[in-house]
């Protein structure tokens, strides 16, 4: 089904249950690998994830539907994880680059992560990016999502996001120059 069936279907007395399982079934993995690039916690994603599907339910009625569904999710998600990040580093009192280090650190130790030593270099870099970055460089080279989704997600502009891509990109290499 696509995104306006499964809202209409939705709206419909009765069917509001069964079309948001649909709902998460469409997107629950894919906000789930968002989230995970950005804490690298198994945990904590799925924390996120249930946290951000809450939101989504309360607030899927009042949908105008003036953004795509996904986009609209993608931001909900991307929120509820930029807050969660914010308060763990004020909570640890540590500064931007400390906290990237504990979670290149989580990386290190996560039993699910199965990738060779190479992705995981390249997780690490991400991780050592400043937060807008890292989502930015997430979505666009992890999702492969259009520069205009993006937007329509962080509400930033075209421009500025490839900017910022750019920077991320150019950060991330030279991490890696560092890491392998």
Not at 67 to 85: A, D, K
Request: aromatic share 12%; net charge positive.
């Amino acid at each position: 089904m696509d995104d306006k069936d499964l809202l209409a279907l939705f709206r419909e007395e009765g069917k509001e249950h069964y079309a948001f399982n649909l709902i998460v079934q469409k997107y629950g993995e894919r906000l789930y690998w968002h989230i995970r690039k950005m804490v690298a916690s198994h945990d904590d994603a799925n924390d996120l994830l249930q946290n951000s599907l809450v939101k989504a339910w309360k607030a899927l009625p009042g949908f105008r539907e003036e953004s795509r569904l996904f986009t609209w999710l993608y931001r909900i998600t991307t929120n509820e994880v930029l807050t969660f990040l914010k308060k763990r580093q004020l909570r640890s009192f540590l500064s931007l680059t400390d906290y990237s280090g504990k979670l290149e650190n989580v990386l290190e130790s996560d039993i699910y992560f199965n990738g060779d030593s190479a992705k995981k270099a390249l997780h690490k870099a991400v991780l050592r990016l400043p937060e807008k970055q890292r989502v930015v460089f997430n979505l666009r080279y992890f999702e492969e999502m259009k520069y205009e989704d993006i937007s329509e997600i962080l509400g930033t502009s075209v421009g500025a996001l490839k900017a910022s891509y750019h920077h991320a990109a150019k950060k991330i290499e030279n991490s890696l120059q560092e890491l392998l």
